[in-house]
């Protein structure tokens, strides 16, 4: 029987050694990607065991059963935990302490749940929503002309923040033969009717999806206050060129309509009063941009914050509304409307606390026109009797925008947390992997290079990188295996596979469904033959769009189709996406109030964004934002392809389950194998379907050397048959293990053949 022995790690930490029962039957279920639930992600395994109430143990849970005890173990926390084999490392992940039996009024024994890293990730994400992620605040920008029409040519913050061509309300179309346009949507460019064509306001903000996993990695981490940091790999999550992920962007649209909400609210301005520096006294605060440190020692400290409004002239009539907001979780702290005056004020009582603490708070002040001000923050230090709270004196610091008291302006701004879709960050990044295939484990492996990280990669290169593994692919367990009792069970019991988005709510989308009865980027795979049974469900929380290259409508060709083949005047180099429903009868149809139409809430939007360059002089797009007409060759065009591609040659990748008709080449590529289950699916789920493929289960003694160094990516042999693993169930105690093993077809080694 092999020793098996669990560290916990306790608040100094160092690991402490459990003591285990000699009895104890210790079962870990490992597994990756589980044929029968290959949606599921972040697989990973819990255990639940029981330790003796021992002398040392009861050290290590600081007699959890008395509630009396002061600072003692806290088992609402999960704690770093190491399981060993025989004095060598098996695995990492975190322990719970769940419960205490007591038999005669005496501790018994600990219930404890051993969770592996993967499942933690869960648990340090919990309910936090894309909103939660304070980095992305970084690329809060004013939104004007300017930004936007340079968002919508190059990006702004190196292209992090982008507006692509996605209306939320006004329908474009082009026509070429209107010198003078009649309606708002025509986007072909001339010098007149200043008020026709692209304004700044038809546009939304998107944010690169990796800057969105930067943010998550920034949050999660020890020093934010979380029990371990969040760092994924870069071996999918990178922007590497010709990476399918590389130019993945997320929609900032929050509601429907303009920014802000629906097109008939009145808009509000904000401004996020930032940059803050001392003018006198410090309080120990250290202060960096929008965030305050101070260190306080016991019970002993108090702070209220003050901020003051002082605004002159005409801006003394101007109402408007302070609000102070966690700058972690989103919440308002405080807020309070104010009426005329020069000078207006908010106090805020910030909590006393006996350790270390982030104060985090960013001050927005909203108007609903433009209100030029010089805020000014009063912290006050109240000095606190320990037992009576009662405040033996104070201490002042005040705070002025750069430290000398600047005055600055709300304007209409995009608060990029304030814009993210609904939608939780573990439902985003499930989503990712959902869509791409993708598969995330733990490294606990001390030799690696990415030791601690989360490794992510699709599914197919998990596999492929097997080789680079301690057993370099594969072990043979001819001789480990228990032959006298095995089961063989067909792979999976559903017929057929639906990949597929949310339910489309935009116009194209809706108009694809209904001439075709096929939702558009979705896809279905069957078992020939099979009729009975379920369909499997692969889901991802996003919405799909179909976008439009724009015809011109002083058209002279026949159709779309003969003009990309043969090339014409008529096709343009525009391509949109339309946030709206409903139907459109004419041209005359581009306004709420002659279209029958209506603008709509999308589910988070992810999409692919591509930089047209090069339009020529004349083809170009109308930009009316700017007093005089103004005609733009570039922009980013909203696709879900990663690149262009021509007419006879595909883009390398789409975000499309299925093959698609391409909406920029409007070339169907039909077989080409560049749609997300033919990239990241088909290879695994083919297999699945394989009349030949069978689920084996079977039972193991294998050796230390296997079980320790064993990776779920590991093939294994058995008489000459290679296996990929499906799942392992090992006890520890009594050294068998039940595998799950599914063959791969067509690969039979000859025994003279090394793996």
């Given at each position: 029987?092999r020793q098996?022995i669990?560290?916990i790690?306790?608040?100094d930490?160092?690991f402490?050694?459990?003591?285990?029962?000699?009895?104890?039957?210790i079962t870990?279920?490992?597994k990756?990607?589980?044929?029968r639930?290959?949606?599921?992600?972040f697989?990973?395994f819990?255990?639940?065991?029981?330790?003796?109430a021992?002398?040392?143990n009861n050290?290590v849970?600081?007699?959890?059963?008395?509630?009396?005890i002061?600072?003692?173990?806290?088992n609402?926390?999960?704690?770093?935990?190491?399981?060993?084999?025989d004095?060598?490392?098996?695995k990492?992940?975190?322990?719970?302490?769940q419960?205490?039996?007591?038999?005669d009024?005496e501790?018994f024994s600990?219930?404890?749940?051993?969770?592996?890293?993967?499942?933690?990730?869960?648990d340090?994400?919990?309910?936090?929503?894309?909103?939660?992620?304070?980095?992305?605040d970084?690329?809060?920008h004013?939104y004007?002309?300017?930004?936007?029409?340079?968002?919508l040519?190059?990006?702004?913050?190196?292209?992090?923040?982008?507006?692509?061509?996605?209306s939320?309300?006004?329908?474009f179309?082009?026509?070429?033969?209107?010198?003078t346009?009649?309606?708002?949507?025509?986007?072909?460019?001339?010098?007149?009717?200043?008020?026709i064509?692209?304004g700044?306001?038809d546009?939304?903000?998107?944010i690169k999806c990796?800057?969105?996993?930067?943010?998550i990695?920034?949050?999660?981490?020890?020093?934010n206050?979380?029990?371990?940091?969040?760092?994924f790999?870069?071996?999918f999550f990178n922007?590497?060129?010709?990476?399918?992920?590389k130019n993945?962007f997320?929609?900032l649209?929050?509601n429907?309509?303009?920014?802000?909400?629906?097109?008939?609210q009145?808009?509000i301005?904000?401004r996020?009063?930032g940059s803050w520096?001392f003018?006198?006294?410090?309080l120990?605060?250290?202060i960096s941009?929008?965030?305050?440190?101070?260190?306080?020692?016991?019970?002993?400290?108090?702070y209220?914050a003050?901020?003051t409004?002082?605004?002159?002239g005409?801006n003394?009539?101007?109402?408007?509304?302070?609000k102070?907001?966690d700058?972690?979780?989103?919440?308002?702290?405080?807020?309070?409307a104010l009426?005329?005056?020069?000078?207006?004020?908010?106090t805020v009582?910030?909590?006393?606390?006996f350790?270390?603490v982030?104060y985090?708070i960013?001050?927005?002040?909203?108007?609903?026109?433009t209100?030029?001000?010089?805020?000014?923050?009063?912290?006050?230090?109240?000095?606190?009797?320990p037992?009576?709270?009662?405040?033996?004196g104070?201490?002042?610091?005040v705070?002025?925008?750069?430290?000398?008291?600047?005055?600055?302006?709300?304007?209409?701004?995009i608060?990029?947390?304030d814009?993210?879709?609904?939608?939780?960050?573990?439902?985003f990044l499930t989503?990712l992997f959902?869509?791409?295939?993708?598969?995330?484990?733990?490294?606990d492996?001390?030799?690696?290079?990415?030791?601690?990280?989360?490794?992510?990669?699709?599914l197919?290169?998990?596999?492929?990188?097997?080789v680079?593994?301690?057993?370099?692919?594969?072990?043979d367990i001819s001789?480990?295996i228990?032959?006298?009792?095995?089961?063989?069970?067909?792979?999976?019991?559903?017929?057929?596979i639906d990949?597929k988005?949310?339910?489309?709510?935009?116009?194209?989308?809706?108009?694809h469904?209904?001439?075709?009865?096929?939702i558009?980027?979705?896809?279905?795979v069957?078992i020939?033959?099979?009729v009975?049974?379920?369909?499997y469900?692969v889901?991802?929380?996003?919405?799909?769009?179909?976008y439009?290259r724009?015809?011109?409508?002083?058209k002279?060709?026949?159709?779309?189709y003969?003009?990309i083949t043969?090339p014409?005047?008529?096709?343009?180099?525009?391509?949109?996406?339309?946030?709206?429903d409903g139907?459109f009868e004419?041209?005359?149809d581009?306004?709420p109030?002659?279209?029958?139409y209506?603008?709509?809430?999308?589910k988070?939007?992810?999409?692919?964004?591509v930089?047209?360059t090069?339009i020529?002089?004349?083809?170009g797009?109308?930009?009316?934002?700017?007093?005089?007409?103004i005609?733009i060759?570039?922009?980013?065009?909203p696709?879900?392809t990663?690149?262009?591609?021509t007419?006879?040659?595909a883009?390398?990748?789409?975000i499309?389950?299925?093959n698609?008709?391409?909406?920029?080449?409007?070339?169907d590529?039909d077989?080409n194998t560049?749609?997300?289950?033919?990239?990241?699916y088909?290879?695994y789920?083919?297999s699945?379907?394989?009349?030949?493929k069978?689920?084996?289960k079977?039972?193991a003694?294998?050796?230390?050397?296997?079980?320790i160094?064993?990776?779920?990516?590991d093939?294994?042999?058995?008489n000459n048959?290679?296996?990929i693993?499906?799942?392992?169930?090992t006890?520890?105690?009594?050294?068998?293990?039940e595998l799950e093993?599914l063959?791969?077809v067509?690969?039979y080694?000859?025994?003279?053949?090394?793996w």
């Amino acid at each position: 029987m092999r020793q098996v022995i669990l560290y916990i790690k306790d608040n100094d930490g160092n690991f402490q050694q459990t003591e285990m029962f000699s009895d104890e039957s210790i079962t870990i279920t490992s597994k990756l990607q589980d044929a029968r639930d290959i949606s599921k992600v972040f697989t990973d395994f819990t255990q639940t065991f029981t330790v003796p109430a021992s002398k040392e143990n009861n050290k290590v849970f600081n007699h959890w059963y008395n509630y009396n005890i002061d600072n003692g173990f806290d088992n609402r926390i999960k704690k770093d935990a190491l399981l060993e084999i025989d004095y060598s490392p098996f695995k990492k992940g975190k322990v719970q302490l769940q419960s205490v039996n007591l038999r005669d009024g005496e501790p018994f024994s600990y219930k404890l749940v051993f969770y592996g890293n993967t499942i933690n990730l869960k648990d340090l994400l919990g309910d936090d929503e894309l909103s939660n992620l304070d980095q992305l605040d970084n690329y809060t920008h004013d939104y004007t002309s300017t930004n936007v029409k340079n968002g919508l040519q190059t990006g702004l913050s190196s292209g992090k923040i982008i507006y692509p061509l996605i209306s939320h309300t006004k329908r474009f179309y082009y026509d070429s033969a209107e010198s003078t346009p009649n309606y708002d949507g025509n986007l072909y460019y001339n010098t007149t009717q200043n008020n026709i064509g692209l304004g700044f306001d038809d546009l939304k903000p998107a944010i690169k999806c990796f800057t969105i996993i930067e943010a998550i990695e920034n949050k999660y981490t020890i020093a934010n206050g979380f029990s371990s940091d969040v760092v994924f790999t870069r071996d999918f999550f990178n922007e590497t060129a010709g990476n399918p992920f590389k130019n993945l962007f997320l929609w900032l649209s929050r509601n429907k309509g303009p920014v802000g909400g629906d097109e008939n609210q009145e808009a509000i301005l904000s401004r996020i009063c930032g940059s803050w520096g001392f003018s006198s006294g410090d309080l120990g605060f250290n202060i960096s941009g929008d965030i305050w440190t101070v260190s306080t020692s016991g019970h002993t400290r108090r702070y209220d914050a003050q901020l003051t409004i002082t605004t002159a002239g005409a801006n003394q009539s101007i109402p408007y509304t302070v609000k102070a907001v966690d700058y972690v979780t989103g919440n308002t702290i405080a807020q309070l409307a104010l009426g005329s005056g020069a000078s207006r004020d908010m106090t805020v009582q910030l909590v006393s606390t006996f350790d270390l603490v982030n104060y985090q708070i960013k001050w927005i002040v909203e108007s609903n026109g433009t209100l030029n001000f010089t805020p000014s923050l009063n912290m006050t230090e109240y000095i606190l009797n320990p037992a009576t709270q009662v405040p033996t004196g104070t201490n002042t610091a005040v705070f002025n925008i750069g430290g000398s008291g600047g005055s600055i302006s709300t304007t209409s701004e995009i608060i990029i947390t304030d814009n993210v879709p609904k939608i939780k960050v573990i439902d985003f990044l499930t989503g990712l992997f959902k869509v791409f295939n993708l598969t995330a484990y733990y490294i606990d492996n001390v030799q690696d290079a990415d030791y601690g990280k989360i490794y992510v990669d699709t599914l197919d290169s998990f596999y492929a990188d097997a080789v680079n593994n301690s057993s370099q692919g594969s072990y043979d367990i001819s001789s480990m295996i228990d032959t006298s009792k095995i089961n063989v069970d067909a792979p999976i019991d559903y017929i057929g596979i639906d990949f597929k988005y949310e339910e489309p709510s935009t116009l194209l989308s809706i108009n694809h469904q209904e001439q075709f009865n096929d939702i558009f980027g979705n896809e279905s795979v069957k078992i020939e033959g099979k009729v009975e049974g379920e369909i499997y469900d692969v889901k991802a929380p996003f919405e799909h769009m179909k976008y439009e290259r724009i015809i011109d409508s002083n058209k002279t060709g026949t159709s779309p189709y003969s003009a990309i083949t043969s090339p014409a005047n008529y096709i343009t180099d525009i391509m949109w996406g339309y946030s709206a429903d409903g139907d459109f009868e004419s041209k005359t149809d581009v306004t709420p109030n002659t279209g029958n139409y209506s603008p709509v809430l999308t589910k988070p939007l992810i999409f692919n964004a591509v930089q047209i360059t090069g339009i020529s002089s004349g083809k170009g797009i109308k930009w009316i934002s700017d007093g005089t007409p103004i005609q733009i060759t570039q922009y980013y065009k909203p696709s879900n392809t990663n690149e262009s591609g021509t007419v006879s040659t595909a883009p390398s990748y789409t975000i499309n389950f299925d093959n698609e008709i391409d909406e920029w080449n409007l070339t169907d590529y039909d077989i080409n194998t560049n749609s997300l289950f033919k990239k990241f699916y088909s290879s695994y789920v083919n297999s699945l379907f394989d009349v030949k493929k069978r689920m084996y289960k079977v039972k193991a003694h294998l050796t230390m050397e296997v079980l320790i160094n064993l990776r779920l990516n590991d093939r294994l042999i058995i008489n000459n048959q290679v296996f990929i693993i499906n799942s392992i169930k090992t006890n520890l105690k009594t050294e068998l293990s039940e595998l799950e093993l599914l063959n791969v077809v067509d690969n039979y080694i000859p025994t003279y053949q090394p793996w």
